[in-house]
């Protein structure tokens, strides 16, 4: 096989795990709609009913804590290709536990233990394509990743949909159970994957790391895929050299020192933006948003079907015309800007038409539902991933992604539990909140987010001041400033 359609191939397997992802956050939305789900988990007399709603969809969000907390650890001893294994291996354990409930208790444990695997794919997903990538298009193939969340989100939407037309309890369960199959796919195809030559490197297995080079990037020019193999082995062993302890596990403590602080903070800035834009709360309470709009029943899981195309469509868009071509910096800042030009203007609807009694009022307010799904999905749906995987040097990596994406799941669990509450108490002007979150983080990106376009893993350290390898001298140099260096960086996986 070609090296480069071999590359695309193992790519595309990787990324399943993001429909997974995606299967795994839309379901619970079309679950919680259906009345029978209501009915069987919350029967008449049932206390507190609002607060237990909470804490089955936020509870996916505690898992996704924990599963980002063990996440660098996993990739550390186990590798990126076992440790997706083993994710999706308890992905299928939750989602079983979850069809079979018999009370909210099973369903929240089976939220929790597939919530730590979706976590631990969430984190561990992006880093292991972007250590398969070519720096010039790094941010197309963790786009793939993103494209298959919005694919699986969509699925789950039309899964709720279809669903619907059974008669009792099938309807919640079958749902539930459909996340198994996909999950049963990638585990398959996860023994067939490469590992991360990176990794490999790291751990000195030299005959694995250059076999699995020269598989992946064997189109290359001989030389340059030697300069490639010298930059990555002479990097991690100056990394090494200059860590002060490489004990396992003492990585995470690293992100917290001085050297490193900075880049652990920006990163975790990145990621909140996948919760404090409003797009959480908007996927998980769909139903009560069209409810305020005037619809509700089969067709608010209908528009909820229609809502999930949206995300694809917004995630071609950027494979075709953002990634790898706009900055990350200007992508991430014009993005906080225009979703809350839409959520201004969805708040104004909401107050005007909430009522439901003015039907193209309310379409209207669908209509801007769905565009901001769709720029969501153009500006950060694999955006924030790239950015994280980017900025953190090989041992680090894993550690740093993981937290980063555990501080967006605490974030996931306060919202989540505040969402129900929020809608009732002051409804439109909820949205308020989140449009000040994206202005002062747009501002912040726009100062503070340091560019990593088209720069080679190996080189990117620079942009934080850091020291690198030079290829050419062996020997370390210092940085080079802004936009030096780059052209050469980019000629380098």
């Given amino acids: 096989m070609h090296p480069r359609a071999r590359l695309l191939l193992c790519v595309f397997a990787i990324a399943l795990g993001g429909a997974i992802v995606g299967i795994d956050i839309g379901i619970i939305a079309t679950t919680i709609g259906q009345e029978s789900f209501t009915r069987y988990m919350f029967p008449p007399g049932t206390r507190n009913a609002s607060s237990l709603l909470g804490a089955i969809v936020s509870m996916g969000s505690t898992g996704n804590v924990l599963g980002s907390l063990v996440l660098g650890f996993a990739l550390e001893k186990l590798g990126r290709k076992k440790s997706v294994a083993v994710a999706t291996f308890f992905t299928i354990v939750g989602a079983v536990m979850q069809a079979?409930?018999?009370?909210?208790?099973?369903?929240?444990?089976?939220?929790?233990i597939a919530g730590i695997a979706v976590g631990m794919l969430n984190g561990g997903l992006p880093v292991y394509i972007s250590e398969l990538a070519v720096p010039q298009e790094r941010a197309r193939l963790v786009g793939i990743f993103g494209l298959l969340i919005a694919i699986g989100f969509c699925i789950a939407n039309w899964i709720g949909y279809a669903c619907s037309f059974s008669h009792g309890d099938v309807a919640w369960r079958l749902e539930l159970a459909m996340q198994i199959p996909l999950a049963i796919v990638l585990l398959v195809l996860s023994f067939f994957t490469?590992?991360?030559?990176?990794?490999?490197?790291?751990?000195?297995?030299?005959?694995?790391?250059?076999?699995?080079?020269?598989?992946?990037?064997?189109?290359?020019?001989?030389?340059?895929?030697?300069?490639?193999?010298?930059?990555?082995?002479?990097?991690?062993a100056?990394?090494?050299?200059?860590?002060?302890?490489?004990?396992?596990?003492?990585?995470?403590?690293?992100?917290?020192?001085?050297k490193y602080i900075r880049r652990t903070a920006i990163a975790i800035v990145v990621l909140q933006v996948g919760i404090l834009s409003g797009s959480l709360a908007i996927q998980n309470y769909q139903s009560l948003l069209y409810s305020a709009l005037g619809f509700t029943g089969r067709r608010s899981l209908l528009i909820s079907g229609c809502y999930g195309l949206m995300g694809i469509i917004g995630q071609v868009i950027n494979l075709a015309g953002v990634s790898d071509r706009w900055p990350r910096v200007r992508t991430m800042y014009v993005g906080c800007f225009t979703l809350a030009c839409m959520l201004a203007i969805l708040a104004a609807l909401s107050a005007e038409y909430g009522n439901g009694q003015n039907a193209n009022g309310a379409r209207a307010g669908i209509a801007f539902i769905f565009l901001y799904s769709a720029l969501y999905a153009v500006f950060f749906n694999s955006t924030l991933f790239t950015i994280a995987a980017e900025m953190f040097p090989l041992h680090l990596r894993g550690y740093g992604v993981g937290v980063s994406v555990m501080c967006q799941g605490i974030s996931g669990i306060w919202l989540g539990q505040i969402t129900p509450y929020a809608f009732d108490a002051i409804k439109?002007?909820?949205?308020?909140?989140?449009?000040?979150?994206?202005?002062?983080?747009?501002?912040?990106?726009?100062?503070f987010l340091q560019e990593t376009n088209q720069i080679s893993l190996e080189q990117i350290a620079g942009k934080f001041g850091d020291e690198t390898v030079s290829v050419d001298k062996l020997e370390t140099v210092a940085p080079k400033g802004e936009g030096e260096g780059e052209g050469e960086a980019a000629k380098t996986v």
């Fill in 100 to 112: 079979a409930a018999n009370g909210v208790g099973l369903m929240i444990a089976g939220r929790l």
């Fill in 194 to 236: 490469p590992e991360s030559p990176r990794w490999l490197a790291e751990k000195d297995r030299v005959e694995q790391f250059q076999r699995t080079l020269r598989r992946l990037y064997g189109d290359q020019d001989e030389e340059l895929l030697h300069r490639t193999a010298l930059e990555i082995r002479e990097q991690i």
């Fill in 428 to 447: 439109w002007k909820y949205y308020i909140v989140f449009i000040a979150c994206l202005l002062v983080l747009g501002v912040f990106y726009a100062y």
């Fill in 238 to 258: 100056f990394e090494q050299a200059t860590r002060s302890s490489t004990r396992f596990g003492h990585a995470l403590l690293e992100l917290f020192g001085r």
